[in-house]
């Protein structure tokens, strides 16, 4: 890591930076003069990416930890150097979708892990780096929420509520923050194919039905999106980005070639 990098980038934090849409968000910032921490339970990720990043020049710091464990949280923050506390941004990506049943045929260990990281995983990560920033009176936050986070859809009902938290965080944090000068936004994917429906269907082919007969997005379309929110001018603050494939109308409807 060379000195010329030190000290001159803003900082951005990406929380689930070890697969889809985090992963690529960290790498096009990095690409794009920010230092950044990057967040995940997978060490092994964690540390490819980490080295990745070290071969492009890139500042980096990886932090393990699991989102839903607030101590492991504010323990991990609590330790960062120095150097790397004045987070100028944080991307809230880290989250899931489990299952795809109708509500009663739902696991309830699976509404606990959706609600566990969705939505308090979220807080108790923004309570820490909003603090920081709200010190500095300056920063932004940008949480990945979805089009469940706009429409609710059967056998969804709990991912859906989810976002649809995300949706009302994002605008009463921007409503918390306002006098401190913090920009506050989401950016709502339609289907984006990473690992996300992998995760929910607890199936590693699952992608294959998934995606068949569109194209979905990249997980680097989101990371664009949020790139766009990261560089404006300071007196713009874009507050959502929703942003769908060509193929899919809404939440439910998708125009497939058989
Ligand atoms: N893909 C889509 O179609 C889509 C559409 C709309 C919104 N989204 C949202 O986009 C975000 C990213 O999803 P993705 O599509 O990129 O899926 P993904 O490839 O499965 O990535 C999810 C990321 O979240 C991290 N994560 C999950 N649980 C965690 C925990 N308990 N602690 C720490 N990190 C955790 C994962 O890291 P570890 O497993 O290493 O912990 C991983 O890096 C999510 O919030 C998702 O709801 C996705």
């Known amino acids: 890591m060379s000195e010329i990098f030190s000290g001159m980038n803003k900082i951005a934090l990406v929380t689930g930076a070890t697969s889809g849409i985090g992963e690529a968000t960290a790498l096009l910032l990095a690409k ?9 339970r997978r060490n092994e990720r964690l540390n490819q990416l980490s080295a990745r990043l070290k071969a492009m020049q890139v500042r980096n710091l990886p932090l393990q930890f699991d989102i839903r464990q607030k101590n492991e949280v504010s323990n991990a923050m609590l330790q960062l150097p120095p150097e790397w506390r004045q987070i100028d941004l944080l991307v809230n990506n880290a989250g899931l979708a489990a299952g ?18 969705n939505i308090k995983g979220l807080l108790y990560i923004t309570k820490i780096v909003a603090t920081g920033m709200v010190e ?5 936050i940008i949480n990945v929420s979805s089009i469940a986070g706009k429409e609710a859809y059967g056998k969804g009902a709990v991912y859906c509520a989810t976002k649809h938290a995300v949706e009302a965080l994002t605008k009463a944090m921007r409503i918390d923050f306002n006098p401190y000068g913090i920009k506050v936004g989401s950016v709502s994917p339609g ?11 607890k199936d590693a082919n699952a992608n294959q039905k998934v995606y068949a007969g569109y194209t979905p997005l990249k ?9 766009y929110m990261a560089t404006r001018p300071a007196h713009v603050n874009i507050a959502d980005i929703f942003v769908l494939p060509t193929a899919q109308a809404n939440a439910t409807v998708f125009h497939k070639k058989h």
Do not use: K
Request: glycine letters at 4%.
């Open 100 to 117: 795809l049943e109708p509500l009663h045929e739902n696991l309830i260990s699976d509404w606990e892990q959706m609600i566990d990281t």
């Open 191 to 201: 289907a984006v194919e990473t690992e996300f429906s992998i995760v929910r269907l």
């Open 136 to 140: 500095r009176r300056s920063g932004q």
């Open 219 to 227: 997980a680097d379309d989101i990371a664009d999106a949020i790139l």
């Open 32 to 40: 794009n003069n920010f230092d950044v921490i990057i967040t995940g």
